[in-house]
């Protein structure tokens, strides 16, 4: 059973850090793009930042470019999004999901975790 179990949210204030994990289990990320997503309230889903496993490639939006870092663990089977100089506008639910070899953030991704709550306030 393919799952995505994301971790790592919170409260920060702006200007703080956190890193998000993407823990993977019953498949291994080896040939999948992994796509981190967030929904604010009332706003569309985003893609945020993406990492390609067969050219390792990566996809950041203009949004976070700079300030995110998406990384991969090989032997832990786990995706990094390290978010730095955070904003209030960086507040939402982050989700992690995958498909198949490249990121085409426009494109369906499957087996979405649970997400994990970044709240950015002072």
């Known amino acids: 059973q393919l799952q995505l179990v994301e971790s790592g949210g919170g409260l920060v204030q702006p200007g703080g850090s956190l890193r998000l994990s993407c823990a993977a289990s019953g498949f291994t990320l080896d040939y999948y793009a992994i796509g981190w997503f967030r929904q604010a309230p009332g706003k569309e889903r985003e893609g945020v930042s993406c990492f390609s496993t067969s050219d390792d490639s990566t996809y950041y939006a203009d949004s976070v470019k700079g300030r995110f870092t998406i990384s991969r663990d090989n032997a832990k089977n786990t995706v990094y999004l390290q978010m730095n100089s955070l904003k209030p506008e960086d507040t939402a639910v982050y989700y992690c999901?995958?498909?198949?070899?490249?990121?085409?953030?426009?494109?369906?991704?499957?087996?979405w975790g649970q997400g994990t709550q970044v709240t950015v306030s002072s």
């Open positions: 999901a995958v498909r198949d070899f490249m990121c085409v953030m426009t494109a369906d991704f499957g087996s």
